[in-house]
């Protein structure tokens, strides 16, 4: 793994601080078998001789795919559960308020506000910031819709930049100390979800896999994310039939080498949904950690 991380220029790095387990109590673990995987494909970008484009706007992505099926298995039956310090992602119980898309943005501060709380609780750090609260979902329209392609949303190269938007005056600050970028999903829907999410297991993860791509935010502002060639070493899980109480969290990126920072995740058509009537709405959030000394 730490070629994954060597790969990229880190901006900062702090020494390791001490971390909190995240994984399931024992009463919170589901019992699961270790059942079959479903086999589907991930959205895989072939090598290119310029820098590919990765877009929201699909109509405007400019990479070569390379689609290949691969297992994906029941995350819930990782022997004692994924953990974010080491498969770079865990699923948590954990309730938070209603949100209806249908009721405008009212929800977004209250969400914003709980997810905040959520992680300065898990990571024990004050300096918490939660940012691209953004609804997801192949059943409304104004949603940001999901991804098919295999990404990391930051770089070591782009990193630096968010931090600075947060506040430029404390930039340099928070560069010099270690922090950490967590996504949050909050699923929405109910069971059956016809295109759930798929994590691949950092430690499976090689250095040569991961492709520097151009992207940019709605507003034409640009910036470097990661995707990912095949590997069939790669191991994806994903949490079927998830409910509405459940967290999934991994790491975006983390300037301390000894825990996970590129964790590749791509939505995915799941071949075992047959229910005509299901869809997945969810609630993606980035949340910016910078540890206290």
């Not at 967590?182 to 109910?190: C, D, K, V």
């Amino acid at each position: 793994m730490t070629d994954v991380f060597n790969l990229m220029a880190m901006a900062g790095g702090g020494a390791a601080l001490a971390w909190a387990m995240v994984r399931l109590a024992p009463d919170q673990q589901k019992s699961s078998p270790m059942s079959d995987p479903v086999i589907a494909p991930i959205g895989y970008v072939a090598p290119m001789t310029v820098m590919p484009v990765s877009a929201p706007v699909p109509a405007r992505n400019k990479m070569k795919y390379d689609r290949r099926e691969m297992p994906i298995r029941d995350g819930h039956a990782i022997p004692g559960g994924a953990r974010l310090e080491t498969h770079g992602f865990a699923c948590l119980k954990h309730s938070m308020s209603p949100v209806d898309l249908d009721d405008g943005s009212e929800w977004k501060e209250r969400f914003t506000g709980e997810a905040t709380a959520f992680i300065r609780a898990m990571t024990g750090a004050s300096d918490v910031v939660t940012r691209s609260v953004a609804p997801r979902s192949t059943r409304y329209r104004d949603s940001s819709g999901t991804i098919d392609f295999a990404h990391n949303d930051y770089t070591g190269a782009s990193i630096g930049t968010f931090i600075a938007e947060i506040d430029p005056e404390r930039a340099e600050e928070r560069l010099a100390k270690r922090f950490a970028v967590y996504n949050l999903w909050r699923l929405l829907s109910p069971p059956p979800q016809n295109r759930p999410l798929a994590v691949c297991d950092a430690t499976s993860l090689a250095g040569a896999d991961v492709i520097p791509s151009q992207t940019y935010t709605y507003g034409e502002h640009y910036y470097q994310n990661a995707l990912f060639r095949y590997n069939p070493a790669h191991r994806w899980y994903y949490y079927p039939n998830m409910q509405t109480d459940e967290m999934l969290v991994w790491a975006a990126y983390d300037s301390d080498p000894h825990f996970p920072s590129l964790v590749p995740h791509v939505a995915f058509e799941d071949p075992n949904c047959t229910d005509p009537a299901a869809y997945r709405s969810n609630i993606d959030a980035r949340v910016f950690v910078f540890y206290d000394d």
